[in-house]
């Protein structure tokens, strides 16, 4: 499974994560633990209940996974800010 729910906290596979963000996927644990790969968990209301958005940023890159309440991907996107040097801190 590419993204699991446990008790409310997301687990998402490194290999996914590295092909959104164009990293190896052995260096998404130090890219995480350093601080250089950050994420955002949004849950989602009215309409979107149930839902989730889980966004990841790294350098000039947004990569976007949307969930549905058991955590199965229901979309996903990626953004690539082009020339900028990186995205501004959250």
Known sequence: MQVELHDGAFCVDARL?????KVPPADVPRLLRERQ????????SAEHAGRYRLSFFYRNCR????LDHQGRIIGRSVVN???RPELPAI
Not at 63 to 66: E, G, P
């Open 63 to 66: 990569a976007r996974l949307n």
């Open 81 to 83: 800010y082009g020339e």
């Open 17 to 21: 994560l590295g092909d959104l963000l």
């Open 37 to 44: 790969i950050t994420s955002r968990c949004e849950q989602g």
